[in-house]
């Protein structure tokens, strides 16, 4: 079975792991989210893409869900000391070691799915891992400052980590994503592949920035295979992180059915809500997508692999209907 997955960070992370475990002879294909990338101290930082190469090769920080494990902060330290920053974004040693290998291939000339491709001859993900795209795409959030009143537009990565999403997002933009082209595969990996999957990553910063990328959604759209998401709210809130901030700037509410009809029937077949969502299961078949609810807290690496069970299963009963 082949098998292609948007992904995002942490959340994405975890889900292919139990996918993994759930269908161990599937061919993955995940398409990673490059908005969140973040040029620092010269280097080019690709969170997301790291999360998911660190969590499927075994390196990952299990406790916090990014960077590295039995991680350093000397370099960072150093830096601070000389008044570099910033100081907010936190790199280990370890970590930047990628970076710095990551970087060091883009300025010899080789895209971001060939280093993306190369990183991944040491981890050894089990997935074929390509970013969304090799040109440059940054995730802004417009926000006004309370301290000073300003209104300002600021990298995601400044409004999700330094500001935590204390402020109100009042819009978020993709920059450069209507530019941008799938990266080499992404457009191949979509047509020949037998399921698609939204796992539960931020459905606007994370699914929807590689929605964004001229020709994806299109893909997805005529792929004329079952294609089934898993909420990432629960109880009307989100799992974890700040999805609900960054859907109220696009206008779509804090809940599981909201989150389906914001990604639609004209591309989600099936999705799957938890189980103390199921009175929405109604609301989100009148929206013409097949519902089922399910557990869908990744406590530990066996309910993931239950989730993603369910999710091919429910694909199924798609492709039979």
């Known amino acids: 079975m082949r098998i292609v997955v948007l992904a995002g960070g942490i959340g994405g992370a975890r ?33 997301d893409l790291d999360t998911v190469m660190y969590t499927l090769g ?6 916090q869900g990014w960077g590295r494990t039995d991680e350093t902060f000397h370099l960072k330290e150093e830096l ?4 570099v920053g910033p100081e907010w974004f936190g790199l280990g040693d370890r970590d930047f070691a990628t970076h710095i290998v990551r970087t060091q291939m883009l300025s010899a000339g080789y895209p971001l799915s060939a280093v993306t491709e190369a990183l991944c001859d040491r981890w050894k993900p089990g997935v074929r891992l390509i970013p969304m795209s090799d ?19 600021i990298h995601f990565q400044e409004y999700w980590v330094r500001l935590r999403a204390s402020v109100p997002a009042e819009a978020v933009v993709p920059v450069g994503a209507e530019q941008a082209k799938p990266a080499p595969g ?15 990553s931020n459905p606007v910063v994370s699914i929807g920035t590689i929605l ?32 609900d901030k960054v859907l109220a700037a696009v206008g779509v509410e ?11 029937s004209g591309l989600l077949d099936g999705w799957l809500v938890d189980t ?23 406590s530990d690496l066996d309910a993931a692999a239950r989730m993603a069970h369910e999710a091919l299963t429910l694909a199924e009963e798609v492709r039979g209907a």
């Open 254 to 264: 804090s809940t599981a059915a909201a989150v389906a009809e914001h990604y639609g």
């Open 186 to 200: 992404v457009l191949e990996a979509i047509a020949e592949a037998d399921v698609i999957l939204f796992p539960p």
């Open 135 to 153: 040109d440059r795409v940054e995730t802004h959030v417009a926000v006004t400052l309370p301290d000073s009143g300003e209104r300002k537009v």
């Open 15 to 47: 889900f292919l792991r139990g996918l993994q475990r759930a269908s161990p002879d599937a061919d993955i294909t995940v398409i990673g989210n490059t908005g969140d990338d973040i040029h620092l101290f010269g280097l080019k930082v690709c969170p």
């Open 80 to 83: 601070a000391a000389y008044g």
């Open 212 to 243: 964004a990328v001229p020709g994806i959604r299109e893909a997805i759209a005529d792929a004329g295979v079952p294609v089934v998401g898993l909420s990432p709210i629960v109880g009307d809130a989100p799992v974890r992180g700040m999805a």
């Open 276 to 298: 103390v969502d199921a009175s929405t299961v109604e609301r989100v078949e009148a929206a013409g997508i097949r519902c089922r609810a399910v557990p869908l807290m990744m």
């Open 58 to 63: 075994g390196g990952i920080n299990e406790e």
